[in-house]
């Protein structure tokens, strides 16, 4: 899994609340990204970031913001968690030369 | 809207038979990638296919490419109970942007 971690890998949380979830490398890969894989769409494309506080919105961006001040790190936040945003969130690396991505073991979030 | 999406969704041989799946796609590409996914965990990247490139092999895999068709199709040949899984096709639909566009995928289920 190329190093990739994620932590929660499990949440339970109720509507209205934030919620931050993590991905941490140890490859020192220099892209990240998040997705979310919900039933009938595959995965989809949240945010990415190619750099140190460079990050931008993917197809399903709303309601999530991302940061990424080291390398290692990149932080999802639901600003106010909707039962819409239940789902698996798995998150991804690539390094510059590469095309293919590293998966973590994803993040199972319940909004209640 | 998915780039990529796959046929069949789900598909169920015994052990030892060959499994096809296919991808279609709607844009002009670079490059395919296949992924599997084991239920519960990340996915793991099993073979890329460059637009130049019509067939490409890996173990007891066979991809092939049709660029003027826009499609693509994964191959396992004597399947084994541990290939039970998701299979994704992925494609990049935007050049130079380090972003991959996932299909829905087709569960395959191999039976002993």
């Known amino acids: 899994d190329a190093g990739i971690t994620q932590s929660p890998r499990h949440k339970v949380t109720e509507t209205g609340t934030p919620v931050t979830l993590r991905c941490h490398q140890t490859?020192?890969?220099?892209?990240m990204y998040w997705y979310r894989q919900d039933p009938g769409h595959g995965l989809r494309l949240i945010h990415y970031?190619?750099?140190?506080?460079?990050?931008d919105k993917g197809e399903v961006s709303d309601g999530y913001s991302v940061s990424r001040s080291k390398t290692e790190d990149f932080l999802l936040t639901l600003e106010s968690a909707t039962s819409s945003q239940t789902s698996v969130y798995f998150c991804a690396t690539s390094d510059w030369n590469q095309e293919t991505q590293y998966f973590g073991p994803g993040t199972r979030l319940l909004v209640l | 809207s998915q780039q990529g999406e796959e046929d069949p969704q789900a598909l169920s041989i015994q052990e030892g038979e060959n499994a096809t799946m296919n991808c279609s796609y709607k844009?002009?590409?670079?490059?395919l990638q296949w992924y599997r996914q084991n239920s519960g965990r990340g996915l793991v990247h099993l073979i890329l296919i460059r637009s130049n490139e019509r067939e490409k092999h890996s173990g007891r895999l066979r991809v092939t490419l049709d660029t003027s068709k826009k499609s693509s199709s994964l191959l396992i040949t004597a399947s084994r109970a541990a290939d039970t899984a998701s299979y994704f096709c992925?494609?990049?639909?935007?050049?130079?942007?380090?972003?991959?566009?996932f299909g829905q995928g087709t569960r395959l289920t191999i039976n002993p």
């Open positions: 490859e020192n890969h220099r892209y």
């Open positions: 970031s190619y750099g140190v506080k460079d990050t």
């Open positions: 844009t002009s590409i670079n490059n």
């Open positions: 992925a494609t990049d639909a935007v050049k130079g942007a380090q972003k991959l566009v």
